[in-house]
């Protein structure tokens, strides 16, 4: 037997070139095999692609589930306490800053400064050798008029003869205007005692001044209130306070901290003012040292707590959504001498009914189309389904679970 190359064939079977009426030769035309039968090629293709797939790419279905949602809302307090409490409460700690903090402060009320005038005058004793005492406040009137008082009680020394003329003793002494005002502030001046008036003594008994009488004033001047001082302890107090309140929020060890800006308290421990009341001032400054001391605790805690709380509510086959879930609180009572608040809350989340994934899949698993439309809606539970088979030839489910997804869609 004689094998020839495919090539070799096709020569020997080739007919043979015809030429035109001038000896040239024409191109055969040849049809291809293969355009002859590509309808038949492309048949034949789908069908081997379909075979392969069906065994080498196997079956899918997919099932997307809403599920019915059940509301559920609860009112409860909790306590949150440093030390254990029980039921319905959760742990909280206790943190304490000691804090200084200073601030000036412009004085703004005013008041009018009153001064009396001051003084030194020489009393002359002209009347006898005997010393002669005078009372505190006793009066001394100058020449235009103004009175003025000796502040104590001083002795005025008797004269002294020389021959048959009496020379007068004298001493100096402070005296202090009868009332204040710059018009006290007199030029040297000579003063009588009335109270020796209608006696030998008037005469006898007088005053001169060799300077002027200083420091007289009435005006308006601005001075310390003792109201002002409380009210500087008073923002200083809240200033203080706002302050560690923020160095406690950022000192907290992580976000999940919760702290409620009443559940926190300040104890002065010391304050200081560089002014007292009635000072004459235009500003004065204070200091307060605060023991601040505040109540927290961690949002996971209390969450969980609520969670739990709910999970005992709900009946058998219900299932929280926990992406629905909210809390509200509020504090109710604050006692931060015992170190513990009560909080009032709100629970708020949604719950379904639906089976486990497993179990939804081995109910389907095998069943046509139908039948798992069938099967899924005596779910009472399921308020709307989506079912798809991959590849579209496929009119059962796998029964290899793997191959069967469940998405339920919660949000």
């Known amino acids: 037997m004689t094998i020839k190359k495919i090539s070799d064939i096709a020569s020997s079977h080739r007919p043979a070139a ?13 049809t291809s095999p293969i355009k002859k039968f590509s ?14 797939s069906y065994f080498l790419i196997p079956p899918k279905v997919s099932i997307e589930i809403w599920p019915a949602k059940e509301n559920m809302s609860e009112a409860l307090t909790i306590t949150v306490s440093s030390v254990p409490q029980g039921k319905n409460s959760i742990l909280g700690e206790i943190l304490e800053i000691e ?38 406040t006793t009066r001394f009137i100058s020449n235009d008029g103004k009175l003025f008082r000796t502040p104590q009680r001083v002795v005025i020394p008797g004269g ?76 200083l107090s809240q200033k203080a306070l706002a302050e560690t309140l923020a160095v406690i929020k950022e000192s907290l060890p992580s976000n999940d901290y919760s702290i409620i800006d ?31 001391k505040a109540l927290v605790f961690k949002n996971s805690d209390l969450k969980n707590f609520a969670l739990n709380y709910l ?22 009572t604050i006692d931060l001498k015992n170190n513990k ?11 379904h009914s639906l089976p486990e994934e497993n179990e939804i899949k081995n109910m389907i698993k095998g069943k046509s189309l139908k039948d798992i439309e069938t099967i899924l809606n005596e779910f009472n539970s399921i308020k709307n389904a989506k079912v798809e088979f991959w590849p579209f030839w496929v009119n059962l489910a796998p029964q290899d679970l793997r191959s069967i997804k469940v998405v339920l869609h919660l949000d």
């Open 18 to 30: 015809k030429k035109d009426n001038l000896g040239v030769r024409m191109p055969l035309s040849i």
């Open 39 to 52: 309808p038949l090629f492309t048949v034949a293709s789908l069908l081997l692609a379909a075979v392969l």
């Open 99 to 136: 804090k200084t903090f200073s601030q000036n402060f412009s004085v703004q009320g005013t008041a009018v400064k009153e001064v009396k005038a001051k003084g030194v005058i020489r009393v002359y004793n002209n009347y006898s050798t005997a010393p002669q005492p005078l009372l505190a």
């Open 160 to 235: 002294q003869y020389e021959g048959a003329k009496l020379t007068p003793g004298s001493i100096d002494i402070e005296v202090v205007a009868d009332q204040a005002g710059e018009e006290y502030n007199i030029n040297p001046s000579t003063f009588s005692i009335p109270g020796f008036a209608g006696t030998p003594k008037y005469t006898a008994f007088y005053a001169k001044s060799f300077e002027q009488m200083a420091g007289g004033m009435r005006k308006e001047v601005p001075r310390v209130s003792q109201k002002e001082i409380d009210k500087a302890k008073e923002i």
């Open 262 to 292: 009443k559940a926190i308290s300040g104890e002065i421990v010391n304050f200081q003012s560089s002014a007292k009341a009635n000072d004459e001032s235009i500003n004065f400054s204070a200091q307060v040292k605060l023991m601040t």
């Open 311 to 332: 999970t005992e509510k709900i009946t058998l086959g219900q299932k929280l959504i926990e992406s629905s879930f909210k809390i509200d609180y509020s504090p109710e």
């Open 341 to 351: 608040l009560v909080l009032k809350l709100a629970i708020f989340s949604q719950s």
